[in-house]
């Protein structure tokens, strides 16, 4: 911590001259849990991403410009990306501020991770403008206060895969423990119904107590799904896309769920769940043909629902948030 302090100290009398330095970046969505791997299992998407720049002022303070029709909170205490950076300043102990304008494509509540694209964006945007004196995990550590403030508790699950890129498990958040876990190609397939989910009430919905012989189960598929991804094996990453705590009682938010559910294996994707607290739906597929008719049959229930809803077919995003100039 200490060579911390001393380092941005040092680079204040770079950044005094670095007035009106700017960067854009890509903050990308993610899928949280993975189905079986509630708050510690995540992957980042090439498709959805928000469009963030962040500049350097002469002012320890953050200033929130949104240039989207979502109307979040532009008082930096309460916006997302706001808390994340003014836990940066804190660190940096020192008289630089940032001036953030938020594109967001992401739509809150959504559940591809569109607070975290925020306070992620955010912190990496700045760190870049600082020389990349922070560590990744230092910017995860910052980047959660954003998610206590969007739902009331720190998980890095959408965090740290957005960040780091890829797959991530959250092994631990106290102290935090970050490990990427290498995958083979894998297509996404997610359907977006338009309506909105509050990760905050999506946890308050959970038991508290599970039963010895479901958590047996439940930690057998995460072990299984970890190893097949590493192994690039497709059929225990299948087997293993299987969730008996958090499904059950969450999916009865989610019209169609079952429906979608089943579509989607029949016309050969892997496996798949919901996306992070949800509403969205997201299935894996080996390959771009079977991630597009799983598509067609998420359009083809939720049209018969009359819900309004969007769907993607993308790919995991290897390198996280992705920086523009
Ligand atoms: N792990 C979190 C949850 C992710 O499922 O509540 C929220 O995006």
Request: with cysteine.
């Amino acid at each position: 911590m200490k060579s911390q302090i001393s380092n941005s100290t040092m680079h204040l009398k770079a950044t005094a001259s670095a007035k009106n330095k700017s960067i854009t970046v890509y903050a990308p969505g993610t899928v949280a849990n993975i189905v079986c791997g509630f708050d510690v299992l995540g992957l980042a998407l090439n498709d959805p991403y928000d469009i963030m720049t962040v500049k350097l002022i002469e002012e320890p303070v953050v200033v929130i410009h949104n240039v989207d029709n979502y109307g979040l909170p532009t008082d930096p205490q309460k916006n997302v990306a706001g808390v994340a950076l003014l836990e940066m300043i804190d660190r940096l102990d020192s008289k630089i501020g940032f001036d953030v304008t938020i594109e967001k494509k992401i739509m809150p509540g959504s559940g591809i991770g569109s607070s975290a694209a925020s306070s992620a964006g955010a912190v990496v945007a700045a760190n870049h403008l600082l020389d990349n004196i922070f560590s990744n995990a230092d910017l995860v550590q910052m980047a959660m206060l954003g998610e206590k403030l969007a739902s009331g508790v720190k998980h890095a699950d959408n965090i740290a895969p957005c960040i780091y890129g890829g797959v991530t498990l959250i092994r631990s958040i106290h102290p935090l423990d970050v490990i990427s876990v290498p995958s083979p190609p894998l297509y996404v397939t997610l359907v977006h119904p338009q309506i909105e989910v509050r990760t905050e009430d999506a946890r308050q919905i959970l038991r508290k107590q599970i039963l010895l012989k479901d958590a047996i189960k439940q930690w057998g598929n995460i072990a299984g799904l970890v190893t097949g991804l590493m192994k690039s094996d497709y059929d225990l990453i299948s087997r293993s896309l299987e969730d008996v705590l958090i499904e059950p009682i969450r999916s009865i938010l989610i019209p169609a769920f079952a429906e979608v559910k089943s579509g989607s294996l029949e016309a050969g994707a892997l496996g798949g769940g919901i996306s992070g607290s949800g509403p969205s739906i997201f299935m894996l597929s080996r390959d771009e043909t079977t991630a597009r008719e799983v598509e067609k049959t998420m359009q083809e229930t939720y049209t018969n629902t009359g819900i309004a809803f969007h769907t993607y077919v993308t790919t995991v995003n290897m390198e996280g948030v992705k920086l523009m100039n």
